[in-house]
């Protein structure tokens, strides 16, 4: 099942995002299987200020898993962490759904 992961960071947090940005890439890299599709929000600079994960997951507690165990949430980045079932409906310019 897929699920939609949308963290906030805190205000002001850049600084904490990139110093911990080297084990949150090998954090992801660690569940490669399971990402859909992954990245950073950016506020109206292009700066990061959050992050979109969509994966697949047995169920709402193993996507919780996933989030909480993400450097960045460890780290105390978010000012919000949501965790959602997903249903995709187009992909790569096709109706899969």
């Given at each position: 099942?897929?699920?939609?992961?949308?963290?906030?960071?805190?205000?002001?947090?850049?600084?904490?995002?990139?110093?911990?940005?080297?084990?949150?890439?090998?954090?992801?890299?660690?569940?490669?299987?399971?990402?859909?599709?992954?990245?950073?929000?950016?506020?109206?600079?292009?700066?990061?200020n959050g992050s979109l994960l969509v994966?697949?997951?047995?169920?709402?507690?193993?996507?919780?898993?996933?989030?909480?165990?993400?450097?960045?949430?460890?780290?105390?980045?978010?000012?919000?962490?949501?965790?959602?079932?997903?249903?995709a409906v187009f992909k790569d310019g096709?109706?899969?759904?």
């Open positions: 099942m897929l699920f939609a992961i949308a963290c906030t960071d805190k205000p002001a947090s850049l600084e904490l995002r990139m110093a911990t940005r080297p084990p949150h890439l090998e954090y992801l890299e660690s569940l490669m299987k399971q990402l859909v599709l992954v990245g950073p929000t950016l506020d109206a600079e292009g700066k990061p994966v697949e997951a047995a169920d709402q507690a193993a996507a919780e898993a996933i989030a909480a165990g993400d450097p960045y949430a460890k780290a105390g980045l978010f000012a919000s962490v949501t965790v959602k079932p997903f249903r096709a109706k899969i759904a």
